[in-house]
């Protein structure tokens, strides 16, 4: 049998199997936690949001290295 052929037919066959064992399926749901935001981080009308990045300032070196990577990177996707 042709596969690329009857692709659409292998599509719903493999549906009409995997819909149904996966709704029988004896599998626990993902483990999600509520998400409670601080009042210092919800932003009002009297006060700024602020974000505070933590992370160490390149050097000049590092940065140039980037940029030249980045031209790099730039030209081969034109």
């Known amino acids: ?3 690329l052929k009857h692709m659409e037919a292998v599509f ?3 549906a ?3 819909v149904p064992v996966g709704y029988l399926a004896k599998v626990s749901d993902a483990n ?3 998400f409670n935001a601080s009042s210092a981080a919800i932003a ?3 006060k700024v949001a602020t974000v505070t ?3 160490k300032r390149l050097s000049s070196a590092e940065k140039s290295q ?3 990577l980045d031209t790099v990177t730039a ?3 034109l």
């Open 1 to 3: 049998m042709n596969v």
């Open 12 to 14: 719903i066959a493999a």
């Open 16 to 18: 009409l199997i995997a």
């Open 32 to 34: 999600a936690n509520a």
């Open 44 to 46: 009002s009308g009297a």
């Open 53 to 55: 990045v933590t992370a």
């Open 66 to 68: 980037l940029l030249a």
């Open 75 to 77: 030209a081969s996707r």
